[in-house]
């Protein structure tokens, strides 16, 4: 009997030792998921980045041009929400007055929840009292139903 268990033992151990080959070999890929991943991330923040900080640069660039010939008129933009290329608070900080452009759909009971987020999104971007939002809760010409 105890030969049986001998015998055994060295079986037992290579499938051990393959069940941990397997497991290392998954966690290795998993790892290079993972990293392309960060890499594929870290290129679109950049690419964001830039796009933003091109953006803003035009805005300054007009609002000179306006300053230029008019001191006293407040310079303002229209934000649209949660419009992932803009960088907001970026943005806000060269502005005098930011608006919002939102407009609920009447027939989505759950509106009033994206409403809500875009009105925090631009006020935690802009801060009261430089920021003016508005918002139109009737039905508009580009809503499914008008």
Same mark, same amino acid.
């Given at each position: 009997?105890?030969?049986?268990?001998?015998?055994?033992? &060295?079986?037992?151990?290579?499938?051990?030792?393959?069940?941990?080959?397997?497991?290392?070999?998954?966690?290795?890929?998993?790892?290079?998921?993972?990293?392309?991943?960060?890499?594929?991330?870290?290129?679109?923040?950049?690419?964001?980045?830039?796009?933003?900080?091109?953006?803003?640069?035009?805005?300054?660039?007009?609002?000179?041009?306006?300053?230029?010939?008019?001191?006293?008129?407040?310079?303002?933009?229209?934000?649209?929400?949660?419009?992932?290329?803009?960088?907001?608070?970026?943005?806000?900080?060269?502005?005098?007055?930011?608006?919002?452009?939102?407009? &609920?759909?009447?027939?989505? &009971?759950?509106?009033?929840?994206?409403?809500?987020?875009?009105?925090?999104?631009?006020?935690?971007?802009? *801060?009261?009292?430089?920021?003016?939002?508005?918002?139109? &809760?009737?039905?508009? *010409?580009?809503?499914?139903?008008?």
């Amino acid at each position: 009997m105890l030969g049986r268990q001998a015998e055994a033992l &060295p079986a037992t151990r290579r499938r051990l030792a393959e069940a941990r080959r397997r497991a290392a070999k998954k966690r290795g890929v998993a790892l290079v998921m993972v990293l392309g991943a960060i890499a594929v991330l870290t290129v679109f923040l950049v690419e964001l980045q830039e796009d933003t900080s091109a953006s803003v640069a035009a805005a300054l660039s007009e609002r000179d041009a306006i300053r230029a010939h008019d001191t006293d008129t407040p310079i303002t933009t229209n934000f649209m929400g949660a419009f992932k290329p803009a960088n907001y608070a970026q943005w806000a900080e060269h502005m005098d007055v930011v608006s919002d452009d939102c407009y &609920p759909d009447p027939n989505d &009971p759950e509106g009033f929840r994206a409403a809500a987020f875009q009105r925090d999104l631009i006020r935690s971007s802009a *801060g009261w009292p430089r920021s003016c939002t508005s918002m139109d &809760p009737q039905a508009v *010409g580009m809503a499914r139903v008008t």
